[in-house]
């Protein structure tokens, strides 16, 4: 089977779509929600998929006493890991990877897609200075054509991050996006919350969530 034959649920973990999970995508995807619901119950999924993009890393065993005198086997992280956002709708999902991880060390990428064509532009990035020798969730709501992630993740490759060491976490992917990463890049792991139909000539994902960005912080139109 070829890698474009291969079913997408193969080249990405998508969360189990349990109805709790469903019900904060109807939340969230509902044209009139409130921004204060858009935010909180955005960040209840951001939870989920960096708990699952923690998942995809390496485990090695490690042993603690417990306060009653006990051995317990235990497990930890055998690298470094470090996030990276891409800014500005990136910043969201950072901002829950903080509350669950306060110590981890954070880098930024700001890519913007030009309104007009669509094609992503590097402006700045500031990674942290060992790059190479961590992990990376690399975090962006939005999978769309896949033309931003596809930028940053060439980015950490230059800065020498092995391949296999990213872990691209998102809210929603469009196959399109999904298969323009796993042809240039197959080690790269994904997890997402929400495979799409398709994206719409605007580039947008269908049903989507409309501009996240802007939705999340509050630069859309006023209601
Ligand atoms: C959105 C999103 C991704 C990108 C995905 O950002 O956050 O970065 O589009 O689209 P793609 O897969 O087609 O490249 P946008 O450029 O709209 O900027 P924002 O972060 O300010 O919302
Ligand atoms: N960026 C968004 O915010 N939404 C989409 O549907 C696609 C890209």
Redesign the pocket.
Known sequence: MTTETRPLQDAVHLLPQTEQLRALHTIIRDRHADRADFVSNASRIFRQVLEAGLEQLPYEPHEVQTPVGRTYHGLRLTSQVCGVSVVR?GDSIEAELRVMMPGIRLGKILIQ?DKVTKLPHLYYSALPLDIADRHVLLVD??L?TGGTALAAIQLLLDKGVPEEHIVFVNL?S?PEGIRAVRERYPAVRMVTSSIEER?DEN???QP???????RYFGTDAPQ
Do not use: K
């Open positions: 709708a897609r709501p939005m769309a929603l469009a994206l580039a947008y994902m989507g969530i409309g501009d996240f960005g802007d």
